[in-house]
């Protein structure tokens, strides 16, 4: 089992997000595959990936397949075709990163359970099973699911209750150092991701 280095806490369980963890989650990515002007891809950017219903939608009060007909007219007629390009397909965008695979795979073959806890849209089960089979986690944790995003402790908590953890035998994994903050607030043993697999390792007795 994993030990942290100065800790007696046994840790049995590692927690992921997906975006930026597991998958590169990259605006630019689908703005430049779709869009043409870097005017379009501002405007689209602005209302679209960083407009009040991309933040609705992970917390479930939207679907993925309104956004377009909520942000159509926020946006010229010129650029509407592209606006609804970026909402259908910019997932397709979105790679893996390089080692997340085999890391889960460590992981698991270590003898650990591990969990996805992630902000996202219901469309996370469109996309999401092609890196890795829903079933090959022990238990996933969607926001848009359970109303609730990181890092309201309401979501890490449910994540406990729901499997049955205790939060001092959990590793949470997140690259957005408020989300990891929001782990260590409910008594989890928490890491920022930078993109070295490595460094977990290396950190910890794993």
Not at 10 to 24: E, K, S, Y
Not at 43 to 54: A, C, D, V
Request: negative net charge; proline residues 4%; hydrophobic residues 40%.
């Amino acid at each position: 089992m994993l030990i942290l280095q100065g800790e007696m806490d046994m840790i049995r369980n590692v927690i992921l997000d997906m975006g930026n963890v597991l998958l590169d989650y990259d605006p630019q990515a689908p703005l430049d595959h779709y869009c043409d002007s870097r005017e379009e891809k501002e405007t689209i950017r602005r209302e679209l990936f960083e407009g009040p219903e991309w933040i609705l939608a992970d917390r479930g009060e939207v679907r993925a397949d309104e956004l377009y007909g909520r942000v159509r007219d926020r946006v010229p007629e010129v650029y509407r075709e592209h606006l609804r390009q970026c909402c259908e397909g910019w997932h397709t965008c979105m790679g893996w990163l390089d080692g997340a695979r085999e890391f889960c795979h460590f992981i698991k073959e270590a003898g650990y359970r591990i969990f996805i806890l992630s902000n996202a849209a219901d469309s996370f089960y469109t996309y999401f099973p092609s890196f890795l089979p829903l079933n090959f986690f022990d238990g996933i944790v969607v926001s848009a699911d359970v109303r609730m995003i990181k890092p309201d402790p309401g979501i890490y908590r449910y994540l406990l209750e729901r499997y049955g953890l205790k939060a001092e035998e959990c590793l949470f994994v997140d690259d957005v150092q408020a989300n990891v903050n929001g782990a260590v607030a409910v008594g989890m043993q928490a890491f920022r991701f930078t993109g070295d697999y490595e460094k977990i390792k290396s950190e910890y007795t794993l």
